[in-house]
């Protein structure tokens, strides 16, 4: 069993970045394929991003070129950098994992969730 847990969040003017971390316990990061989550009030919980276990990153169209996931094995941590926020990109986002090297859209076939950490982004 991994513990996840979110750090990193914040409130910050529109064009800002953002750097969430992601730190796991309980097992070693690198046995399992990371996503990010975010929620808005009101909004289903969509995809952000994600990397495979083996690597390979994937990224959810809306933050396509703006958003870049990274992982450090060895800290046992997953990060995802955000830059040219947008209002938009207001959420809780949450890191998940799941033990095969895939990634998955939904949120479903994720067996560990974070606690999640709050984005706010302001016009």
């Known amino acids: 069993q991994v513990q996840l847990v979110e750090s990193g969040g914040g409130l910050v003017q529109a064009g800002g970045s953002l750097r969430l971390s992601c730190a796991a316990s309980?097992?070693?990061?690198?046995?399992?394929?990371m996503g990010w989550f975010r929620q808005a009030p009101g909004k289903e919980r969509e995809f952000v991003s994600g990397?495979?276990?083996?690597?390979?990153?994937y990224y959810a169209d809306s933050v396509k070129g703006r958003f870049t996931i990274s992982r450090d094995n060895a800290k046992n941590t997953v990060y995802l950098q955000m830059n040219s926020l947008k209002p938009e990109d207001t959420a809780v986002y949450y890191c998940?994992?799941?033990?095969?090297?895939?990634?998955?859209?939904?949120?479903?076939?994720?067996?560990?969730w974070g606690q999640g950490t709050q984005v706010t982004v302001s016009s």
């Open positions: 990397i495979r276990r083996s690597g390979g990153a």
């Open positions: 309980g097992r070693t990061l690198n046995s399992y394929s």
């Open positions: 998940a994992a799941r033990s095969l090297d895939t990634i998955s859209y939904y949120t479903g076939p994720y067996d560990y």
